[in-house]
């Protein structure tokens, strides 16, 4: 197998069949031992009758159909699971990705490149997912000290190796551009064409991405935990000034603070940033509780071909 597409598919039904026909006009042009991998990630529009139906009518279309919801990443992780292709093409399943770039990565890898990532120069958006984007992207660059370019998303093709690596690592919160990142290999980027949005709207609201971002930056990095030790280090620091400072001026000038107004604002200020700092740790427990749980990634309740 040569090229292997993968494409997770949750809302956008009217949508497949074009994607379908388009991909396949454009990876067939390149070889002809490819495939397409639908992993139907339990779509609310029972998108599984349409990708079955074209599974059953081209072997060239593997359909995975997952037991329920697990997210985007975690459908991409069962679409490379179950890859062959000496090259594997991720993509989305509403067309803003588009099928005919399959081409131009291709050619781009050829070069000797491993990973080769679209970049969304002109992203077609609205104002708010490229805000959120952009401020998603930036959180994790200052939480996982790395750069992320929000012009790049899943869309890109990658080198068999580098999917076999990916394949390796069973951490419960996916990310699949981190995991990307964690593997390294010879990478590099293109500018492509992105499309505007026909079919469906984005399944990311503002809280799933806020509660990817905190999977990300608690599964990826541990500077949460170093912040902490700085903020209470600064905070003794502080406290050792202020009681040296009112002792002086106790001592020297007969100045004492009266009153329990400041005492209690500070008691406040504290207690409220010692919950927020157990809270922190206690993501991190939960996310060690989850891992050693050792379930798996997906379950998969039917496939066709």
Known sequence: ???????PVYGCRESIEELYEKITVTVQKLCSNYEIIFVND????????????????????????????????YAITAGIDYCSGNYVVVMDCDLQD????????????????DVVHGRRVHRQDSFFKSF???LFYKTLEYFTDTEHDYT????????????????????????????????????TEIDVEHSERIYGESSYSLSKMVDLAIDSIVSHS????????????????IS?????????AHFTYGFSVEGWTSLMVSMFFLFGMLF??????????GKIFDQVKNRPLYIVDEIIN
């Open 1 to 7: 197998m040569e090229i292997s597409v993968v494409s």
């Open 42 to 73: 339990n779509c609310p529009q029972n998108s599984w009758e349409v990708i079955s139906a074209i599974a059953k009518r081209d072997k060239n279309v593997k359909a995975i159909k997952l037991s329920r919801n697990f997210g985007q990443h």
């Open 98 to 113: 588009r099928p005919q770039e399959i081409e131009k990565l291709y050619k781009k890898a050829l070069e000797g490149y």
């Open 132 to 134: 959120s984007s952009k």
């Open 152 to 187: 790049i998303g899943n869309f890109g093709i990658y080198s068999k190796k580098v999917i076999e690596a990916i394949k390796g690592l069973k951490e419960k919160s996916r990310d699949f551009l981190l995991l990307v990142k964690i593997v390294g290999f010879k990478k």
């Open 222 to 237: 541990n500077k949460p935990l170093r912040l902490i030790v700085q903020f209470g280090l600064s905070i003794s620091l």
């Open 240 to 248: 050792i000034l202020v009681a040296i400072g009112l002792m002086i």
């Open 276 to 285: 927020g700092i157990l809270g922190i740790v206690g993501i991190y427990i």
